[in-house]
């Protein structure tokens, strides 16, 4: 189940995989190591390396050397590649002239690409009579690579590859390369998700001793543990979900209502410092394509011991909550328990037979009025989700539904993510919280042009509340600009990350917030249970000091891995809709633009959700001037304006599944294009 391609907080709407609304150390060879840098301070130029990107897609950086002692280092937005140049990607080394762009972040420039040479090449292989080639699949690698005689390891016609490159002694013209294994053939159903989870190093075999440990754990005894197994707890999880990590129940209590929420105890299998643990922390997190996962963990715990399977006994850490009427949280309780779930229920099952959990949606309702009331960012963002056959083609691009049982167990985990964090405080127990700062003074300040040019303003200040751009989705909501608004909105957001330090949750208008409902998908989760076994003493593998110390690394580090899944998810997607694009080519279709940059446009089309660019050179021929505050570009001659969320018409000039690539050709004429009006 995958993510909107720019969610700004990473899920934080979602606390589990249900559709959304809405530090690796590294040894610079070759290069010398520039001073370290004082604290909160940078030099005008460093190396720096992209560690992934923000809701725009433009690059983040952080300085390669850094003293840990000096705090968080800065964060560095990279301003975009010139025209015809690769995008930077994540793990890539720059030279890049840094300017202060307020406390902790500066915008960075690049000067110099330390190495443009990849040291694999992921590709499909294409025999020539005279000679053979690679077809990159990394779109950000234009040019085809040359397969000597005797490098092509037993390769065919259209299988994936696997190569390096060789030495080339100054050769011109295409690049030297030799294939070191053959992944598959390109039309295989798995190919797609076999691109993406080599294209950005996810991992996918666990050590034999890890698999040693999951495979050889047993049921979890009772012991000391608080027996819940009377209880009727259920888990509510997608139709093709086959791991249960939480269970919710809820009951009157008073004026308001008793609610439990369980989670699977995967601390109590995967010990500190384990093989388990070490292969997890690696991963950081589950990755999800729409063929298949790649789990943070070994089946026989993620879909065995550690799934909670209806009428069978598994260990839990629960946390009973009890709210009002009005949905505030009045007291909570955390504990480790012993859980037998009453019935697995999907969505949709749930949704159709609202009657038979009465007090849920009660529940459910008062938490809603308090969300409401607190004054959350609620973005409305289309899904789709990607249908495929056994083959694995391509069947449809669906809507994909947003139910109130989606909703439901969202609000069910928010609260007891929250709870998770309040009670680490009170412990004085380290904690690793999900942050997510307000948008940068730059991008609040284009979002304030941009509703400004629509009649729309926003409180003065600096800073904003939550409820002040909510007030604008909902004040819009019926309005044709309405998409619009939502997607300039969206782009306005930073990203969410984890942290030792808490800088309180934005998007959510939480000052705590804590990941701890899913800790058989996030490593994130996994120590927020171990902090709260070793603060309440709830046995002895609770959070080792060498943990705690670890934290900055670790949040940094998994952080990465986040976004490193977000992309190679995403990639999947584009694939698999280029391939169901790709026997529509020179076909029309409406859509709407979802990106302005100096380059080009990028168009959704309306019914598919496939996205791709209307390079600069397509338009007309004219000079075209780019406004990043209203995010339009203007023909100075033709008086020519696209702008963001417009509705165009555009032909499909180019699929190409390979990369996940589209080009369109955008028609002029309405409603494609509209002339400013004169001031």
């Known amino acids: 189940m995958l993510p909107h391609p720019a969610l700004a907080w990473g899920g934080e709407l979602m606390a589990k995989k249900i559709p959304r609304r809405g530090k690796v150390k590294d040894r610079d060879r070759g290069h010398k190591s520039p001073p370290r840098h004082r604290a909160g301070k940078l030099p005008e130029t460093a190396i720096v390396r992209i560690t992934g ?35 930077l990607a994540p793990g ?30 992921l590709g499909v292989f294409k025999p020539g009579r005279y000679e053979h080639r690679i077809v990159p699949t990394d779109r950000r690698f234009k040019a085809e690579w040359i397969v000597p005689p005797g490098g092509e390891n037993g390769a065919k016609e259209g299988e994936i590859v696997l190569a390096e490159p060789l030495p080339d002694h100054h050769r011109l013209g295409l690049k030297p390369a030799r294939i070191v294994e053959v992944l598959g053939h390109m039309g295989d159903a798995r190919s797609v998700s076999l691109i993406c989870i080599h294209t950005h190093d996810i991992p996918t075999e666990f050590p034999a001793d890890a698999v040693h440990e999951a495979e050889t754990a047993v049921a979890v005894p009772l012991g000391d543990r608080t027996d819940l197994r009377t209880i009727p707890l259920i888990t509510i999880d997608g139709e093709d979900a086959r791991d249960f990590d939480d269970a919710v129940f809820a009951e009157p209590d008073g004026a308001g209502y008793r609610l439990i929420v369980a989670i699977a105890d995967v601390a109590h299998y995967v010990p500190t410092d384990s093989a388990l643990d070490r292969s997890a922390r690696t991963r950081g997190n589950s990755v999800y394509f729409p063929d298949r996962v790649v789990p943070m963990l070994p089946e026989a715990l993620s879909n065995g011991w550690c799934s909670l399977r209806p009428d069978e006994d598994r260990g839990c850490l629960f946390v009973e909550m009890h709210i009002g009427a009005d949905g505030r949280k009045t007291r909570h309780r955390f504990g480790r328990g012993l859980m037998r779930s009453a019935a697995r229920m999907t969505y949709e099952a749930v949704e159709a037979q609202q009657d038979r959990f009465p007090h849920l949606y009660a529940a459910y309702r008062a938490l809603i009025a308090e969300r409401t009331r607190r004054g959350t960012l609620d973005l409305d963002l289309p899904e789709r989700k990607v249908v495929l056959s056994e ?32 009670e680490l405080e009170r412990l004085h127990q380290s904690c690793m919280y999900r942050v997510h700062p307000p948008p940068t003074e730059e991008k609040l300040a284009n979002l304030r042009t941009f509703l400004s040019a629509l009649g729309i303003s926003l409180p003065p200040g600096d800073q904003v509340h939550p409820r002040d751009l909510d007030h604008v989705l909902r004040m819009v909501a019926d309005a044709p600009e309405a998409p619009m608004i939502n997607e300039v909105m969206l782009r306005s957001q930073s990203q969410a990350a984890y942290s030792p330090d808490n800088i309180g949750h934005f998007g959510l208008a939480l000052t705590r917030y804590a990941h701890f409902t899913s800790p058989i998908r996030r490593y994130a989760d996994l120590l927020v249970h171990r902090a709260l076994i070793a603060g309440l003493r709830l046995g002895t593998d609770g959070l080792q000091p060498a943990e705690v110390a670890a934290f900055p690394d670790t949040a940094e580090h998994i952080t990465g891995t986040e976004r490193r899944a977000q992309l190679a998810e995403r990639d999947a997607v584009d694939r698999y809709l280029a391939a ?31 996205s791709g660019i209307v390079p600069i050179s397509s338009l007309p021929d004219d000079f075209w001037q780019h406004d990043e505050g209203e995010q339009t570009l203007t023909g100075r001659r033709t008086r020519l304006v696209f702008k963001l969320a417009q509705d165009v018409e555009v032909r499909l000039k180019e699929a190409t599944p390979v990369t996940g690539g589209l080009v369109f050709h955008i028609m002029q004429g309405t409603p494609s294009g509209s002339r400013p009006r004169r001031r």
């Open 53 to 87: 990107t923000d809701s725009d897609g433009d690059a983040l950086a952080r300085p390669v050397t850094w003293d840990q002692d000096q705090g968080p280092p800065p964060i560095i937005h990279m301003r975009p590649e010139q025209p015809g140049r690769p995008a």
């Open 92 to 121: 890539e080394r720059v030279l890049a002239r840094l300017t202060p762009d307020g406390p902790g972040h500066y915008l960075g420039r690049t000067m110099k690409r330390i190495s443009e040479t990849p040291t694999r090449i």
């Open 391 to 422: 083959q694995g083609q391509v069947l449809a691009v669906a809507p994909r539904p947003r139910l109130d049982s989606h909703r439901l167990i969202e609000e069910f985990m928010v609260l007891a993510n929250v709870a998770a964090a309040e």
């Open 580 to 610: 169901f694009m790709a026997e529509k080519v020179g076909e029309r279709f409406e859509g709407r633009i979802s990106g302005v940059t100096r380059f080009g446009l990028f168009v959704t089309i309306s019914d598919s959700g496939a």
